[in-house]
């Protein structure tokens, strides 16, 4: 648990200097992550904030970024819940439910009692939560020390863990067939299509291709 905390946690760094440039106080910065966790939403919300732009339109575009998070909930929620599981406590999980969580999530749970599964979840995405938390007033003091081109490579290693983890998790035609197509498909989509957009398009182009392959090849 603590490697993956640590590793979606220092991309957050980043996250603070962001908030710093933006002229957002430190107890901001931290709020952000704990609310909004998801560092892509927060890399919006602060490049919006510099450009003085609406909290309206600030608020529109973290959402609309936070949209991938949806098809994670539907396939992780129905794993981790058992049938006295409260709807209350189903959305207070699905606050937590990013990338990192939802890969390891998806790979370790299966293999548990179903009766632990809510309280693994919760306490690993606490302890990724939290660690970023800390990890984002760090950066917010220490932006200053860390050379630009530093910083915003930190902000690579958490998608870059993610991806190694979903490639430890594939399976099958399906799972790498998508992983496959998601890198392929990415570069063009960001050049033709960009503004968040194209992280949708992919998933819906690519998961199509990957399912489509795998229930129509040869037996």
């Known amino acids: 648990m603590a490697g993956p905390a640590f590793f979606v946690g220092i991309s957050f760094l980043g996250i603070g200097g962001l908030a710093r440039d933006a002229g957002d106080p430190v107890g901001a910065a931290v709020l952000s992550t704990l609310l909004i966790w998801a560092g892509p939403a927060q890399i919006i919300f602060y490049g919006l904030l510099a450009t003085k732009a609406s909290h309206l339109a600030a608020a ?73 938390a800390t990890f984002t007033a760090m950066g917010f003091y220490l932006v200053q020390a860390i050379p630009p081109i530093f910083g915003a490579g930190l902000l690579f290693v958490s998608p870059l863990y993610y991806l190694i983890s979903v490639m430890k998790g594939a399976h099958g035609v399906l799972d790498w067939s998508a992983l496959g197509l998601g890198l392929v498909l990415t570069p063009p989509a960001v050049a033709l299509i960009g503004g968040g957009l194209d992280l949708i398009v992919v998933g819906i182009v690519g998961g199509t291709i990957a399912y489509a392959a795998q229930r129509w090849r040869p037996r």
């Open 60 to 132: 529109l575009a973290v959402c609309l970024s936070s949209i991938r998070f949806l098809p994670m909930c539907v396939t992780l929620l129905p794993l981790i819940r058992t049938e006295k599981t409260r709807f209350p406590l189903q959305l207070f999980a699905a606050h937590f439910v990013a990338v990192t969580a939802w890969a390891e999530c998806m790979r370790r749970v299966p293999h548990m009692p179903r009766s632990e599964r809510m309280h693994y979840f919760l306490g690993f995405a606490l302890a990724c939560i939290l660690t970023s």
